[in-house]
């Protein structure tokens, strides 16, 4: 009893006391015999190893954003290289008679109330100017007077300034009276022809988002417009990667005075302020590539023909300035690894460099490559947007969002839309690769702040 | 005491060798950019002169003559490049007959100047305390707010961003036209507004983005730690401790925004009729001016490299770090 | 030691759970564990990484970064419930009462200010009356009291300028600088040389004579444990799996992880063709905790109720405990001798 009493004497703890075990019966009598390997080998439960990219992209799920973004840049590609197939109209198609349509319409009934509405009360308590002039002869006449020719033209000239201010003070405002007549704007635009057509029992495309003054249909413009941002920038995103990495790659590698001399290179390139110089490129490129394409011959005068010189030289600039950065990523990446203990081993076994590039340090870089090569997506169709904008971009007759927009400007007033909507499509666009690029990055490297 | 006084020594001279480095890369960069310039203009066929009523060969030759135009390429590279040196950037041959560039230069430059300033300045006193905010409320709400609009105001392009103000702000809406359309510098304050928030709201959503990530990386510090363990209070950790080691880099990215400060200026200045010399370069391309073209670009290049080179040297002499490591690179 | 009796214990932490709740699931850091502390007692904590030995002793400063949290437990530091402070008590417990020093000194201290600056912050965050001038000299004072020298010019210096052991030894000016009870000291030595460590060491000892303060030292070097401290735990796995002086531990270790650590450690005394004795296998996936004991695949005893359920604390000694089904067993046979030989005679 007493020696009971001692063994309780435990610390405190949540663990259970041995001394309450004492009264367990449920110890088997081989509870204590040793454990078998096998069995402890069942005791660990792996954790299910998961491979980076699938770790990777479980984290990119999880990021609503990136998700969002992902959706959004899947429907404007199909928005630009599907819906052209849908839509009827064609990015040159002059429209006659549709021109400056907004992207809504009145019914034509509730156009037909309106004309009447506004002729009936602009008509109202005006006589006309001849029956004015009869009235006054009519009185001269009962006075015994003879209606002088001065006193005619002055009665025409009153007339005159009184329809001029009946004009002004008593016009109709159709605004006002749409509201007071309760006609509803309907969506998309059509003229009026195409409204006839339409009652006629003919299915008539929509003018989605309205028309241009030369009545091309601006849905089709800007999917088109679309399609040019896009291309571009994957394009140009595509030739920085291939450039930039291989330099890196290659500097990185190489090391010693190889290193100091490209990096050199680099670190010049790097000042130069890029969109002066792009700006320049593109603008002086054109005239010569333009001539080029006038008296060249060959596969690659009916390539540059094809894209246009200024898509051409804005490729060239591209290509000539913004590979650094990309450069000095890969670059630092390389040198990274390049001290990493299985690169060592490697050489040790006797691997060649090209194999040690290829299968050891690209594949570990490979995740700052895709998130880098996403972020410069956004970047280029920026740019080329601003060279459109300025004129020295993509070339008439294909549509560009920038160009639509310069475009749009002079009737901005009046014509809003026209450089609301393509304005509104870019910077979707490169908001969705940015905001995906971002979640990539989050994704790929999570040692990365969040 | 000697020891203290050979360590500032060192400082200095590091410091001073780091300048001539810089200074030194500068003049090379500027001088590719000038050498380049100068190269694609006269790459370019045709000359000035044939877009208006095509001259005979006699004036041809004697207008080239004039404009040492019928020299070999190097020659003339050098002549462009001496007369740089001299301030001499030659003249106007379209837009402003024979006049100087460096005079149009000096005309339109300081408005362009004063818009872009305040535009940077705005942008960085917004840009910073919101990516603090946002920085310190991370993951909650107001992060993922802030994050979202940031990253639309970096997708903006600023033509966007200026024709949305100006058709919300100056005529389209027409109870809300509280600003002018026409810039009119003497109309006082008004018209700086809208031009000066369109040019800076890209740097404004940059700089907060940049100083987001900066102010995490320098709030996940180990020195944070020590701090908090110490017993301080969060707002002193936050404004003594993190924000002083996160401005350092809010230096260098400064370097950059300048250069799309002045770029983006074009665009603004085209939409809101500043007259600047941004909107003065975008007309000289769209009419051919070349001097103007080179002129202008050798310009503005010289500026944002100087610049950049001046907020380096900022940046090392800012962060303490540097001045005894050798070099600093 | 006997000083403390009368004020009673200066740390009791009961069954601490912290737990970080990462997107991958819920990681126990610390399953449950207890143990006390008297004034002026130095306790070690040695442990694998990952064993929980540094969470909790975050979770007694409130220094928990999310997705930690304490999930359950108490922690009583002087008679006051620490997890129950708000904010503005934590803010002036920390440093005053329990002041905390790191691993890495080199990235402990802002860089951007001078030493001085940092120490003279640190005494005036909870003296808010001191004058500019007494709370340098304060400063300076303790910067000699931990050994450096040329004290003028060093408080105008920043952190880069000074050595690694300089650092720590700065850092620990700061920590005691409000003369805390209690330092925490998360293996301070670990990033220093060996020499250094040894300086370090018996600047440590020093000062806890002088000052008589509490320090529990985290460290998963037994060498340095035997050195300084009074008494030890070992953590494995976010337990405590034995407890006892610093003696006892060394030389009546009564646990299998314990044991495996002392035979793993190289020793001076060792005939030089000895293999070092390591122990098997990699630690426990803290994510899914087994049941059972976790030290069970690792340990060449195991037997299978210690894949079935977690051994109970057996007091060994004076003082000592282990957490060992061996322990149990030879309890109850113990006891069971016991229980005959009283039932025989009831």
């Known amino acids: ?450 | 005491m000697r020891l203290l006084r050979s360590i500032t020594k060192v400082r200095v001279i590091i410091m001073g060798k780091y300048v001539a480095k810089r200074l030194g890369m500068a003049l090379v960069t500027i001088f590719l950019v000038t050498c380049l310039t100068f190269l694609l203009m006269n790459a370019v066929p045709g000359s000035p002169w044939l877009s208006e009523k095509a001259p005979s060969e006699a004036t041809l030759a004697a207008l080239n003559a004039k404009y040492g135009m019928d020299k070999p390429v190097h020659i003339q590279l050098l002549k462009y490049l001496q007369n740089l040196l001299k301030g001499d950037f030659g003249v106007s041959l379209k837009m402003q007959k024979n006049r100087a560039v460096l005079s149009i230069i000096g005309e339109m430059f300081p408005v362009s100047a004063k818009v872009g300033a305040i535009a940077l300045c705005w942008a960085v006193l917004v840009g910073v305390p919101l990516g603090c905010l946002a920085a310190f409320k991370r993951g909650k709400l107001t992060d993922s707010i802030l994050r979202v609009v940031c990253t639309l105001g970096i997708s903006m392009p600023s033509f966007v961003v200026a024709s949305i103000l100006l058709v919300t702000f100056a005529g389209g809406i027409a109870s809300l036209k509280i600003f002018p359309t026409i810039f009119d510098a003497s109309a006082g304050w008004r018209s700086y507004v809208l031009p000066c928030f369109a040019l800076g709201f890209y740097p404004m959503c940059y700089t907060a983005r940049q100083t987001r990530s900066a102010m995490l990386d320098s709030l996940n510090q180990e020195f944070i730690k020590t701090a908090r363990a110490k017993g301080l209070k969060n707002s002193k950790i936050i404004f003594k401790h993190a924000l002083r080691n996160a401005l350092i880099p809010v230096i260098t990215y400064l370097g950059p925004q300048v250069a799309f400060t002045l770029c983006g200026g074009f665009v603004v200045e085209s939409v809101f009729s500043i007259p600047g010399l941004g909107r003065y370069f975008v007309q000289s391309i769209q009419n051919r001016d070349y001097p103007v073209i080179m002129g202008t670009t050798v310009f503005l290049a010289s500026f944002i490299i100087l610049m950049n080179m001046v907020v380096d040297i900022l940046y090392k002499i800012a962060d303490p770090r540097i001045h005894l490591t050798k070099g600093g690179e | 030691m006997a000083e403390g009796k009368d004020k009673g214990k200066l740390l009791e932490v009961k069954d601490l759970h912290v737990s970080f709740f990462t997107p991958a699931g819920e990681v126990k850091a610390v399953g449950g564990i207890s143990y006390d502390l008297d004034y002026g007692e130095v306790m070690g904590v040695v442990g694998e990484s990952g064993s929980g030995k540094s969470q909790e002793a975050y979770s007694i400063m409130g220094l928990l970064q999310s997705p930690g949290k304490v999930v359950g437990g108490s922690i009583t530091f002087e008679g006051q419930d620490v997890l129950k402070f708000s904010k503005e008590e934590m803010t002036s417990f920390r440093g005053s009462k329990v002041a905390m020093i790191f691993q890495n000194p080199m990235t402990c201290l802002n860089p951007v200010y001078t030493i001085g600056n940092q120490l003279v912050e640190a005494l005036r965050a909870h003296d808010k009356e001191i004058s500019r001038e007494n709370a340098e000299k304060r400063a300076m004072e303790m910067m000699e009291m931990v050994g450096i020298n040329n004290v003028e010019k060093r408080m105008k210096q920043y952190p880069h300028e000074f050595s690694g052991g300089m650092r720590q030894r700065v850092m620990i000016a700061m920590g005691l600088i409000c003369h805390p009870q209690l330092l925490i000291a998360d293996e301070p030595t670990t990033a220093l040389d060996v020499t250094i460590q040894a300086q370090i060491l018996e600047l440590m000892k020093e000062l806890q004579k002088k000052t008589k303060m509490g320090i529990i030292f985290i460290t998963h070097n037994l060498g340095v444990v035997a050195d300084i401290c009074d008494k030890v735990s070992v953590m494995y796995a976010g337990k405590i799996v034995e407890q006892g002086p610093v003696d006892d531990i060394f030389y009546k270790a009564a646990h299998p992880y314990t044991l495996g650590l002392l035979r793993s450690m190289p020793r001076v005394d060792a005939d030089s063709y000895e293999r070092l004795i390591p122990i098997e296998g990699t630690p426990v996936d803290m994510l899914n905790p087994p049941e059972g004991c976790p030290f069970a695949p690792r340990c060449e005893h195991c037997m299978k109720i210690c894949l079935k359920k977690m051994p109970p604390y057996v007091e060994v000694g004076e003082k000592h405990r282990s957490a060992c089904w061996l322990r149990v067993q030879e309890y109850l046979n113990q006891n069971s001798d016991g229980r005959e030989e009283d039932g025989d005679e009831q």
Request: negative net charge.
């Open chain 1, 1 to 450: 009893m007493a020696e009971d009493k001692k063994m309780k004497r435990c610390p405190v703890t949540l663990q259970p006391d041995v001394e309450g075990m004492l009264s367990w019966n449920d110890f088997d009598a081989d509870d204590f015999e040793s454990a078998s390997q096998e069995e402890k080998e069942d005791f660990i439960q792996e954790r299910q190893s998961v491979s980076y990219w699938k770790d990777a992209w479980r984290r990119l799920k999880k990021n609503t954003v990136a998700m969002v973004a992902l959706g959004v840049i899947i429907f404007l590609v199909l928005f630009a290289f599907v819906g052209p197939y849908l839509v009827p109209y064609g990015y040159e198609e002059f429209n006659k008679g549709a021109e400056n349509l907004h992207p809504f319409h009145y019914a034509l009934e509730d156009q037909k109330r309106l004309e009447a509405e506004i002729a009936a009360r602009t008509q109202t308590d005006t006589m006309s100017v001849d029956d004015m002039i009869e009235q006054a002869k009519a009185e001269a006449e009962a006075k015994g007077e003879k209606l002088s020719n001065v006193e005619i033209a002055k009665i025409r000239a009153q007339a005159k300034v009184n329809t001029q201010n009946t004009k002004e003070e008593d016009a109709v405002d159709p605004e006002a009276l749409l509201g007071e007549l309760g006609i509803k704007k309907k969506l998309f635009g059509y003229s009026t022809a195409e409204l006839e057509r339409k009652a006629a029992g003919e299915s008539v495309f929509p003018h989605v988002f309205g028309t241009d003054m030369y009545g091309r249909d601006i849905l089709v413009r800007v999917m088109y417009g679309a399609r040019v941002s896009m291309s571009v920038g994957i394009c140009a995103a595509i030739l920085v990667l291939c450039i930039g990495a291989t330099y890196g790659a290659v500097s990185g590698y190489c090391g010693g005075k190889v290193d100091a001399v490209m990096q050199r290179i680099v670190e010049v390139i790097y000042s130069v302020p890029e969109m002066l110089v792009v700006l320049l490129i593109a603008t002086a490129l054109k005239p010569i590539l333009t001539e080029y394409v006038n008296t060249g011959t060959g596969p690659i005068k009916s390539f540059v023909a094809v894209l246009g010189p200024n898509l051409i030289s804005m490729f060239i600039a591209f290509g000539m300035l913004y590979w650094v950065t990309m450069s000095r990523i890969i670059r630092g990446q390389v040198l990274q690894l390049k001290q990493q203990e299985y690169v060592t081993a490697a050489k040790a076994l006797g691997a060649s460099g090209g194999r040690i590039i290829r299968r050891h340090l690209i594949p570990n870089c490979i995740g700052q490559i895709v998130v880098t090569t996403c972020l410069q997506i956004p970047s280029a169709i920026f740019l080329e947007s601003f060279l459109s904008y300025l004129g020295v971009g993509v070339s008439a007759p294909l549509p560009s969002l920038g160009s639509m927009a310069t475009d749009a400007l002079s009737g901005m007033y009046t014509y809003t839309y026209r450089l609301i909507i393509p304005s509104m499509v870019l910077s979707v666009m490169i908001l969705a690769f940015n905001l995906f690029g971002d979640g990539l990055r989050d994704a790929l490297d999570p040692k990365l702040k969040k």
